[in-house]
């Protein structure tokens, strides 16, 4: 017979190995999700910045032809998108956006707390069984 501490940690040690595989796996799917979120605003940056390049030209070339200056309005809104695109995809934009974040964990952690407190496995069992009882209400 054993005690339960050593069945405490046998399941430490089995389960331990199998976390640490998955923080891993999480943390590599973390990496291939913001990778991939950098080369989708890279190939879009090239189709806007095309875009944006035929509008200017064509709305520089309007504004003169007509002389109504204001036919150039329309390239104040674009050149803030495609500064934001251009500095998410080649700029600081993502080690800024850490920095920040980085910065809430550390001294603004209070504004992550969940409304009513954490989850528990009482409060969830509520309201399956609720959410159940009105199922079968129905």
């Known amino acids: 017979v054993y005690s339960i501490t050593f069945y405490l ?21 973390r990496e291939r999700q913001m990778a991939m ?5 890279r190939e879009f940056l090239k189709y806007f ?7 200017a030209v064509g709305l520089t070339a309007g504004a003169i032809k007509n002389k ?4 150039f309005l329309p390239m104040v809104p674009l050149s803030f998108v495609l500064a934001y695109q251009y500095d998410m995809g080649y700029g600081t934009l993502l080690q800024r956006m850490k920095g920040e974040a ?8 209070t504004l992550l707390e969940m409304p009513k407190g954490a989850l528990t496995f009482e409060s969830l069992e509520k309201a399956r069984r609720a959410q159940s009882k009105f199922f079968i209400e129905k």
Do not use: C, S, V
Request: aromatic content about 16%.
């Open 9 to 29: 940690i046998l399941l430490f040690f089995f389960t331990y190995p199998q976390l640490e595989r998955q923080l891993l796996m999480q943390n590599q799917m």
């Open 37 to 41: 979120q950098i080369a989708w605003t």
């Open 49 to 55: 910045g095309i875009f944006f390049g035929l509008a």
């Open 68 to 71: 109504k200056p204001g036919l």
């Open 102 to 109: 980085e910065h809430i964990l550390d001294t603004e952690n």
